[in-house]
């Protein structure tokens, strides 16, 4: 059996005759069970609704109608939300050019009091139990609707208003249309200064930048930036997250310029010792046996991978800086892939039994690239394709050429990269594939994305789960004598936030 409905009932009425006969209406109706207690018009009441909870109050203003008025208006200026049903000896007409008035706003026919209170308006004459708890439903339903609706708002003002954050919104033709109190203070102006003029910065739909706060009086403040489209009061605007990341910018460029020190720091005794392990192998010290030979090779190759490593680190570092110089020179694409295979590859090969296959396109042109940097992205990526494919793989290198550029591909029949793996594959300190031992400084990926858009061109990756990957990137055709350079990383790489 279906529980009935309980509701809590303040009737109000100077004529107890009339608050009887309600109570007695209320008892009639079948679907809901009351609870109801009976006052006059009277201050008293006013802090009873004032202190207590009621599902609706029934107001008797037949005798006065202005005096019942001014009872709801008072009520709600002391802070009470129970709906109020007035009942009245008006006739329907006029109650139905007062509903009229609540639902146009029109302060000339309804009462403030009215639109603030009551949440309905009933005939006494013509008043019934059906009527009469149609009209209570529809009061409690409506109450509970805006108190949820109260209570969602006050959530999120307190959430905005103490939000780290600057949020604002901008409308669409880049006005700002509302701002918290963090935007307040990232842009050292009150609210009155910010809304109602220009944002400055372009809003795009789910857009993700760091912009710089030129502040006046303050030093310039490193920012990141979102934004996504919504609709605001009922037109298109961007709802727009700012957070302040000087510090953390600070401290990161803090981090790369050790790490930078550091490396360059080791790069002369490592150096120093691959050239004294070199004259160890060529029997400059005397002659060595198989078994020195092989310890030397692990001691060697050891040395190779620490001297990448830091390589890596001392470009990364430019790379931040905007300062990776680029030397270019027009290199011929075959005889230039071959001699980076048959170098320090060779022997990594080699110890996993791995196949390499090339296979080139013919009569392919020069191309004008940093032979250095270039060799470090096949090392990178050839590297990857022989660290993670299982012993006695099959590794293809592809060179093909199409109307703008020469395209180089290494692909491999590893374990390929899960989707979630590929989202952050270019970015900074990132290794795949944790089930495989693998050890770097994450850079590998990023640093070759970085060095192949330095050359105008592109790094791109595709994968399927447990069949291989394929990296390709392309370099542009184009003639160039020996030259040296320094160019910008591309924007797009080094300034979004993933």
Excluded at 105 to 121: I, L, S
């Amino acid at each position: 059996m279906t529980e009935k409905l309980h509701l809590t009932v303040l009737i109000v009425s100077d004529d107890e005759n009339y608050s009887a006969l309600l109570q007695e209406m209320l008892l009639a109706i079948p679907a809901v069970s009351f609870s109801v207690d009976c006052f006059n018009l009277s201050q008293e009441t006013l802090g009873i609704l004032a202190t207590h909870c009621f599902d609706v109050c029934l107001l008797d203003s037949a005798l006065d109608e202005k005096t019942g008025l001014a009872f709801v208006e008072k009520a709600v200026q002391l802070g009470c939300f129970t709906p109020f049903i007035l009942l009245s000896n008006q006739d329907s007409n006029t109650l139905f050019v007062k509903k009229q008035a609540l639902l146009r706003n029109d302060f000339e026919q309804g009462t403030q009091a009215f639109q603030r209170g009551a949440a309905d308006c009933l005939e006494k004459d013509t008043l019934s139990c059906q009527l009469l708890c149609r009209a209570i439903l529809y009061a409690t339903e409506r109450s509970q609707t805006y108190k949820q609706l109260k209570q969602d708002h006050n959530r999120l003002q307190l959430i905005l208003d103490n939000n780290a954050d600057a949020i604002i919104i901008v409308d669409n033709q880049g006005i700002i249309q509302f701002a918290n109190p963090a935007a307040e203070s990232i842009f050292n102006q009150n609210k009155p200064s910010l809304i109602g003029y220009p944002f400055g910065f372009p809003a795009l739909d789910r857009q993700k930048a760091e912009i710089d706060l030129c502040l006046s009086g303050r030093e310039v403040r490193v920012a990141e930036m979102r934004s996504v489209q919504m609709n605001w009061e009922g037109e298109l605007s961007y709802l727009v997250s700012i957070r302040d990341i000087t510090e953390r910018k600070r401290a990161e460029q803090e981090k790369e310029a050790f790490i930078a020190a550091l490396a360059h720091d080791l790069k002369t005794p490592l150096k120093a010792s691959q050239q004294v392990l070199r004259y160890l192998k060529n029997g400059f010290y005397g002659e060595i046996n198989e078994q020195q030979n092989k310890a030397l090779d692990e001691v060697f190759h050891a040395q190779q991978f620490l001297s990448h490593l830091v390589e890596n680190l001392l470009t990364n570092y430019k790379l931040q800086a905007n300062q990776l110089v680029l030397s270019r020179a027009m290199v011929q694409v075959k005889p230039f892939i071959k001699d980076v295979l048959n170098g320090e590859l060779a022997s990594f090969i080699a110890k996993k039994r791995h196949k390499v296959l090339t296979i080139f396109a013919p009569d392919l042109p020069p191309v004008c690239l940093d032979p250095f940097q270039i060799c470090r992205v096949l090392y990178n990526l050839i590297q990857n394709a022989v660290e993670y494919t299982p012993y006695d793989g099959e590794i293809t290198l592809r060179v093909n050429q199409n109307d703008s550029s020469v395209v180089i591909s290494i692909e491999d029949n590893g374990p390929g990269i899960s989707e979630s793996d590929m989202a952050l594959l270019f970015q900074p300190y990132t290794t795949m594939g944790k089930d495989i031992r693998h050890k770097g400084t994450g850079l590998g990926l990023f640093l070759s994305k970085n060095i192949v858009a330095l050359h105008g061109g592109d790094l791109t990756v595709s994968s399927v789960l447990g069949q291989g990957a394929c990296f390709s990137f392309s370099l542009p055709l184009g003639s160039g004598s020996n030259q040296s350079e320094t160019q910008q990383v591309n924007t797009s790489l080094m300034h979004s936030i993933g």
